[in-house]
């Protein structure tokens, strides 16, 4: 039997091994002798720092490609790379440069976009890119933030430190507790007011579940309604920034009024002439300044007043409001005025009368009926006043949160709804009117909120189901005095004396 060498044994075990390491090799590398497959696409990246030529090209974590290669074209990143011929990749793609880990090699990852799209050609482009982060820059400004970090944690130093910082800050949690109390106080002082006013909103939403369920048509056409309410509160919005621009460039009324200069130069000149008056009357000269600075005249006045606040404290049972409210309508470019009294024999009654100012008028139908041989004709002829005043005379009950009004609205028969929010700061309102069978009824709903005690503000929409084209969106406010507050500026105005 032949036997081998040692040096025959060596040399076996070393082409053992080549041939070996040579296998290995082209699997890592993914050598192929019969040449790449696949097509190639491109990308342009503003900066492809850190990328090399053979990284993966990935989609969804799978590994379909290779970079082939990168160069510089008009100041931007080339990248082209291999992917495997069954990838298909939409116009819609995206190329991003990725990191794996925090400080891991760059590869680049393609997202496919939607199937829907139309693939890219061999040797296309992938158009959308996201390039990576540059890690100098992040240093930089992790830098920079913490400089500002050092400077505040220093400033608080400052503020807080020694025993004048020690004071101020038990002062603060001496007041945080003292608040905290205050608003637990509150909280239970007004805790059967809360639970009265959860169990009318479980009342209402029970109720109110019944009438859905019993009127699921009628719903249905209130969704429609209300869509079509927002389609036109939107209109509105646009066409209020147009009145705003109109404004900002100086025309219209209010824009000359604005930017005009000789319109300001008149204002002045009225404050000036105002000013003189005032003093006029200061001194006592004319009618008013003698009516003003006499005695005589001051201490008759006075005696007036205190009979009339006698008289009023007979009646300290009744409560009388004054209202006037302005309502501008964005459709009609037009205010809608209100003068309001309210008479309030109760608590949970009162009665309202008003006088309103309505720019869209009155609209009357006059119906003529001619006969010609036995033939009749009807005519309707359509007339609207414009200076007409309209009248409202109402009688409203309260029950807890939930008002309720009828009678006349607008000079027409009508009736409302009104819920009260926040210890009748905010007072949501529901109102229904001019009841024409051939015409939808007048629906109106607005939203009052008293931020102070004599003014309010109010928004809504008016007639917002109309098919005459009458609809429109509203902003407004009004000033609101009750018999208190008349006697208040009746008996306590000042008489001014020499």
């Given at each position: 039997m032949t036997k081998f060498s040692v040096e025959a044994k060596v040399g076996f075990f070393v082409v053992i091994g080549m041939i070996v390491l040579a296998y290995m090799s082209m699997k890592v590398g993914k050598f192929e002798y019969a040449g790449e497959k696949g097509y190639e696409l491109y990308a342009y990246f503003d900066s492809a720092e850190g990328l090399v030529k053979g990284v993966p090209v990935q989609i969804a974590g799978v590994e379909v490609g290779r970079v082939k290669e990168i160069s510089l074209e008009a100041g931007k990143a080339?990248?082209?790379?291999?992917?495997?011929?069954e990838v298909q990749v939409g116009e819609d793609a995206e190329a991003a440069i990725r990191t794996k880990g925090v400080l891991g090699d760059k590869y680049v990852e393609v997202i496919p976009g939607s199937?829907?799209?139309q693939p890219i050609k061999p040797g296309g482009r992938i158009v959308r890119t996201q390039s990576p982060a540059n890690i100098d820059t992040l240093l930089k400004q992790l830098s920079s933030i913490g400089t500002d970090?050092?400077?505040?944690?220093?400033?608080?130093?400052?503020?807080?430190g020694g025993r004048e910082g020690e004071t101020s800050l038990k002062t603060i949690m001496d007041n945080i507790r003292s608040i905290a109390e205050t608003l637990n106080e509150t909280i239970q002082k007004n805790n059967e007011n809360?639970?009265?006013?959860?169990?009318?909103?479980?009342?209402?939403?029970?109720d109110l579940k019944e009438i859905s369920g019993t009127n699921k048509e009628a719903v249905h056409e209130i969704v429609a309604n209300f869509r079509q309410v927002s389609d036109q509160f939107r209109d509105a919005l646009i066409a209020f920034s147009e009145i705003t621009g109109k404004i900002n460039r100086g025309e219209g009324t209010i824009g000359k009024l604005i930017h005009d200069e000789e319109t300001i130069r008149s204002m002045n000149e009225t404050l000036v002439a105002l000013k003189g008056i005032t003093e006029k009357i200061n001194r006592g000269e004319g009618t008013i300044g003698k009516l003003v600075q006499d005695d005589e005249t001051a201490d008759n006045i006075n005696a007036a007043l205190s009979s009339i606040n006698e008289y009023l404290q007979k009646e300290e049972r009744f409560r009388t409001y004054v209202d006037y409210r302005g309502e501008y309508l964005f459709d009609s470019d037009d205010v809608k005025s209100y003068l309001s009294l309210r008479i309030q024999p109760k608590e949970d009654k009162y009665y309202l009368l008003q006088i309103i100012d309505d720019p869209s008028g009155k609209k009357t139908v006059t119906e003529t009926t001619t006969t010609v041989g036995g033939t009749s004709t009807t005519e309707y002829k359509e007339e609207i006043d414009k200076d007409e005043i309209k009248f409202s005379a109402q009688i409203a009950k309260r029950y807890y949160d939930l008002g309720l009004r009828a009678g006349l609205f607008e000079s027409t028969g009508g009736i409302a709804a009104d819920y009260y929010l926040f210890d009748d700061r905010l007072i949501l309102s529901l109102?229904?009117?001019?009841?024409?069978?051939?015409?939808?009824?007048?629906?109106?709903?607005?939203?009052?909120?008293?931020?102070?005690?004599?003014?309010y503000l109010t928004v809504g929409f008016d007639d917002f189901i109309s098919t005459e084209g009458t609809e429109s969106f509203f902003i407004g406010g009004g000033l609101r005095f009750s018999d208190e507050d008349l006697k208040t500026l009746l008996s306590g105005a000042?008489?001014?004396?020499?």
């Open positions: 080339k990248v082209a790379f291999q992917l495997d011929p199937p829907q799209a970090i050092k400077e505040i944690t220093q400033s608080l130093s400052g503020v807080l809360i639970n009265r006013t959860l169990d009318n909103l479980a009342i209402f939403s029970k109102e229904t009117f001019d009841f024409d069978p051939d015409e939808n009824p007048h629906l109106k709903f607005k939203a009052d909120f008293t931020p102070f005690q004599y003014i000042p008489i001014p004396k020499n």
